[in-house]
């Protein structure tokens, strides 16, 4: 009963370097989120996607990239790591409409 | 726009009832969710509040106002494990719970 897997849990990159977070969901869930969490922030949304194939951006959509190829993957790409980018972030999905997200464990992502 | 407010810190004792108050400035309000997040770990789902009135889920309920844009969650018979962030969060555009706007949330430590 995986729910939301995401990897890695942690990372250190180096300004300007590139990487992907993985986020991966078993309950054939159509929808899905990435979420940025900062200390006096809260959650804010990245990027989503309401299923295979459709992505849209969320408050806070610069300098990342999504893609949705299949219902259980939400890969997100960091295309050019910047210092602000240093921070938690958690994958969440959901069936849509008023039910609960379901969020991943998290990644903290620290730039240097 | 969108505006969502918490307390950022509350205490209260062991075995006491404590209110954590949320107050919300949004267009096309569609419901309101309570999440619970303990110190480096994903937040979880507490309730869902869509029409006026109190839900109540065992030691935890939730009261929606939406003319006065307004919630609270209450904690009954505080116990030490629901020293946590408590996450309020709206959701818009459609009801899609993929879309949620949180607050900042409140840190609530339950002292003995």
Not at chain 1, 1 to 19: D, R
Not at chain 1, 24 to 39: G, K, T, V
Request: charged content about 15%; glycine content about 10%; overall charge negative.
């Amino acid at each position: 009963n995986a729910g939301v897997t995401q990897t890695p849990k942690f990372q250190v990159l180096k300004t300007g370097q590139s990487m992907t977070l993985q986020c991966a969901q078993d309950m054939n869930h159509e929808y899905m989120s990435w979420y940025r969490q900062d200390p006096g922030m809260g959650l804010r949304l990245i990027h989503y996607s309401v299923g295979a194939g459709i992505t849209d951006q969320g408050e806070v959509p610069n300098g990342y990239n999504v893609s949705r190829s299949t219902t259980e993957d939400f890969p997100l790409r960091l295309l050019s790591a910047a210092p602000s980018q240093t921070s938690v972030y958690f994958c969440a999905s959901s069936y849509g409409g008023p039910t609960e997200a379901f969020f991943g464990q998290g990644t903290r992502l620290t730039v240097v | 726009g969108q505006n969502i407010d918490q307390p950022t810190e509350m205490t209260a004792t062991e075995g006491a009832i404590v209110q954590i108050n949320c107050t919300y400035q949004t267009s096309g309000f569609n419901g309101l969710f309570w999440y619970q997040q303990h110190a480096g770990e994903a937040p979880t789902f507490l309730s869902y509040n869509v029409l006026d009135g109190l839900e109540e889920k065992g030691r935890f309920s939730s009261f929606l106002s939406r003319s006065k844009g307004y919630s609270y969650l209450l904690l009954k018979e505080l116990q030490m494990k629901d020293s946590a962030s408590y996450l309020c969060a709206v959701t818009n555009y459609g009801g899609a719970t993929n879309k949620l706007i949180f607050g900042t949330g409140t840190l609530l430590a339950v002292q003995p």
